[in-house]
């Protein structure tokens, strides 16, 4: 059973990873070559969508790694699935107090309602969304090797 949970925690954790790379590197340089109001109407989209999506896989992915950690406390690579959960708290943490405040004002701007300096908003939730991409990648890369 507990080679079960590790691989499903792996994948989705890899999943979740996978998804915001995407966004960080893919799509935002994709809706900010788009014309006139249309990349701002995305974020504002991608925004509403994808926050309301993404607090389910953090927090489910930090429960699956946390469940891992108790149920493989006597085993190999115990102390790696236990250092990726703390980064995945911190990227919940980094979420809560970086990310969503400027998410929640982002996903009700349209351009007729949007802040003079809403281009400088996005590109903050950028700079902090690359981190947390960074925080977890890294707790991928410490489930991945718990598992050999």
Excluded: C
Excluded at 60 to 84: D, E, K, N, R, Y
Excluded at 95 to 122: F, G, M
Aim: proline residues 3%; glycine residues 8%; aromatic residues 8%.
């Amino acid at each position: 059973m507990l080679n079960v949970l590790e691989v499903v925690t792996t994948v989705v954790v890899g999943l979740m990873v996978g998804v915001e790379f995407s966004v960080a590197f893919i799509m935002n340089r994709i809706l900010d070559a788009l014309p006139e109001d249309s990349g701002q109407i995305g974020h504002a989209h991608g925004g509403r969508m994808l926050g309301t999506l993404m607090p389910f896989w953090y927090i489910g992915s930090l429960v699956l790694s946390g469940i891992w950690a108790v149920a493989g406390w006597h085993h190999h690579g115990a102390g790696l699935v236990v250092t990726a959960a703390g980064l995945l708290i911190l990227s919940v943490v980094m979420s809560i107090l970086l990310l969503v405040p400027i998410n929640n004002r982002n996903k009700t701007w349209t351009p007729e309602n949007r802040p003079a300096d809403w281009k400088q908003q996005l590109h903050r939730w950028n700079r902090y969304h690359y981190l947390r991409v960074a925080v977890i990648i890294a707790a991928f890369t410490l489930l991945v090797a718990a598992l050999a």
